[in-house]
């Protein structure tokens, strides 16, 4: 079973400033990769996918690269309602499943 | 745009059999557009996906769940259910239903607490 690592687990930052969050995954997945948003209370909504696609209505701060193993989520200047818990979700084919990374917090 | 809502008690006894519904609206299960999906979220956890099934009926489960999960389809009500079994306290969580594409989750319940007690 494949293992995705997110880090950090919290980081504190201030409106405007610009952060990356990291994930890497314990065998390669080529591009097979997304972000998910989670605020509290509500269901996570999708971000990223295939490591660097904007999902639907996602703003442009958000952007994803990586490929392989290691894959990193930047938002350019953080707004007020982007602190929150990022999630990482990978795919695998065979067995058809997929799985989460722990989770990073923002905070203010 | 597709809603999905899950249903089912939020009280489970310990060694009982969790049953969870999920009613969609706006798509229908039988379209092949999406997985069908089950995903929970232990109290200040992460999530954990436990499954999917397919319009035609075609099911993938977590391995470590494997044997005691069953996701099922009722066409006639366009929802699909999760059965849990021989439940314990682990299993208290936050169970969403969700639509996935092959890349990810589009859609997503708003979630249900289930609670399981002894």
């Known amino acids: 079973e494949i293992v995705l690592t997110q880090s950090p687990a919290t980081l504190s930052l201030s409106p405007g400033e610009r952060v990356t969050l990291s994930c890497r995954a314990s065998?390669?997945?080529?591009?097979?990769l997304a972000w998910y948003q989670q605020k509290p209370g509500q269901a996570p909504r999708l971000l990223i996918y295939?490591?660097?696609n904007r999902a639907t209505g996602i703003p442009a701060r958000f952007s994803g690269s990586g490929s392989g193993t290691d894959f990193t989520l930047t938002i350019s200047s953080l707004e007020p309602e982007d602190f929150a818990i990022y999630y990482c979700?990978?795919?695998?084919?065979?067995?058809?499943?997929?799985?989460f990374g722990q989770g990073t917090k923002l905070e203010i | 745009q597709v809603q999905l809502q899950e249903s089912g008690p939020g009280l489970v006894t310990a060694s009982q059999t969790l049953s969870l519904s999920c009613a969609v609206s706006?798509?229908?299960?039988?379209?092949?557009?999406?997985?069908w999906t089950w995903i929970r979220q232990h109290p200040g956890r992460g999530l954990e996906w436990l499954g999917h099934?397919?319009?035609?009926?075609?099911?993938s489960y977590n391995p470590s769940l494997q044997s005691r999960t069953t996701i099922s389809l009722d066409t006639s009500k366009n929802q699909f259910s999760l059965k849990l079994s021989s439940v314990t306290a682990a299993d208290t969580a936050v169970y969403y239903c969700?639509?996935?594409?092959?890349?990810?989750?589009?859609?997503w319940g708003r979630g249900t607490l289930v609670t399981v007690s002894s």
């Open positions: 969700a639509s996935f594409v092959d890349y990810g989750a589009i859609w």
């Open positions: 706006g798509a229908s299960i039988r379209s092949g557009s999406y997985y």
């Open positions: 099934i397919f319009y035609r009926g075609t099911t």
């Open positions: 065998q390669s997945i080529s591009n097979y």
């Open positions: 295939d490591a660097s």
């Open positions: 979700q990978q795919r695998s084919n065979w067995p058809p499943m997929y799985t």
